[in-house]
């Protein structure tokens, strides 16, 4: 539990949730607003996912992410 709450991209994800309900209340209620939710929701999506493929890593499948992160 504690990998997805100290992870960066859901904390982002979360402000972006934050703005997006700051958005509802205050702003227009048109088209926009759906996208605004939608864009919203797909970010959560990708922030839980990329989370949840990082913790599923064997040590073999780091190590050799990290060698190749050095050679970048």
Do not use: C, H
């Not at 992870?7 to 958005?23: D, E, K, M, P, Y």
């Amino acid at each position: 539990m504690r990998k997805y709450i100290m992870n960066s991209a859901i904390i982002g994800a979360v402000f972006g949730g934050f703005q997006t309900l700051q958005a509802t209340r205050k702003g227009p209620r048109d088209w926009r607003l759906v996208f605004i939710w939608i864009s919203w929701i797909a970010t959560l999506a990708l922030a839980v996912g990329s989370v949840a493929d990082e913790a599923n890593d064997t040590p073999a499948e780091k190590k050799r992410k990290k060698i190749q992160d050095r050679r970048r």
